[in-house]
T-cell receptor
Framework: AQTVTQSQPEMSVQEAETVTLSCTYD???????LFWYKQPPSRQMILVIR??????QNATENRFSVNFQKAAKSFSLKISDSQLGDAAMYFC???????????FGTGTRLKVLA | GAVVSQHPSRVICKSGTSVKIECRSL??????MFWYRQFPKKSLMLMAT?????????EQGVEKDKFLINHASLTLSTLTVTSAHPEDSSFYIC????????????FGPGTRLTVT
């Protein structure tokens, strides 16, 4: 069975600084997707970034980028130039290409300090 | 595009009654919908997967007779919590996916259920 681990329950970052959120996963599948979702206080899940496992190039979306290490089964999220609006819970998620189910990590609460 | 709505956003019901939560894909046809439950400060736990026109597949430990799921059309799935008890109080989130969008899930805004 696949598992997703987020070892940082909470992280803090100064506004305009850079922070990296960690995520590791375990799977025996070779084809899968990985996601980072943001959940602000409104509880709406917002897609931050996605990565297809077959792509070696790390995904980037503006200030958000990932460090995808397939062999190490690691998928960290880097947020550059942190903004107050980035404060939220961040969930790492794994999606099986076989079942299409998402498996979520336990989440990391990010605080942005002014 | 890819907007998913849920109704109601909040509901309070008395113990022993049933409550229905609707999940709609507004601008695409969802062949598959997922229902999650989220406890305070916890992650999302998948309850069941429903495909249009067929019975839902429930995750281990989820009572199918208590959490009735119907996916009657390509844009609507419903979750009915039957004979609700206070321990059913939680935040319920649905998501919708379709083959045309590589089964990526689009999430609704969630429904907070409080059973008194």
């Amino acid at each position: 069975a696949q598992t997703v681990t987020q070892s940082q329950p909470e992280m803090s970052v100064q506004e305009a600084e850079t922070v990296t959120l960690s995520c590791t996963y375990d799977t025996s599948e070779s084809d899968y997707y990985l996601f980072w979702y943001k959940q602000p206080p409104s509880r709406q899940m917002i897609l931050v970034i996605r990565q297809e496992a077959y792509k070696q190039q790390n995904a980037t979306e503006n200030r958000f980028s990932v460090n995808f290490q397939k062999a190490a089964k690691s998928f960290s999220l880097k947020i550059s130039d942190s903004q107050l609006g980035d404060a939220a819970m961040y969930f790492c998620a794994y999606r099986s290409s076989r079942t299409y189910k998402y498996i979520f990590g336990t989440g990391t609460r990010l605080k942005v300090l002014a | 595009g890819a907007v998913v709505s849920q109704h109601p956003s909040r509901v309070i019901c008395k113990s022993g009654t049933s409550v229905k939560i609707e999940c709609r894909s507004l601008d695409f046809q969802a062949t598959t919908m997922f229902w999650y439950r989220q406890f305070p400060k916890k992650s999302l736990m998948l309850m069941a997967t429903s495909n249009e026109g067929s019975k839902a597949t429930y995750e281990q430990g989820v009572e199918k007779d208590k959490f009735l799921i119907n996916h009657a059309s390509l844009t609507l799935s419903t979750l009915t919590v039957t004979s609700a008890h206070p321990e059913d109080s939680s935040f319920y989130i649905c998501s919708a996916a379709t083959r045309d969008r590589t089964y990526e899930q689009y999430f609704g805004p969630g429904t907070r259920l409080t059973v008194t």
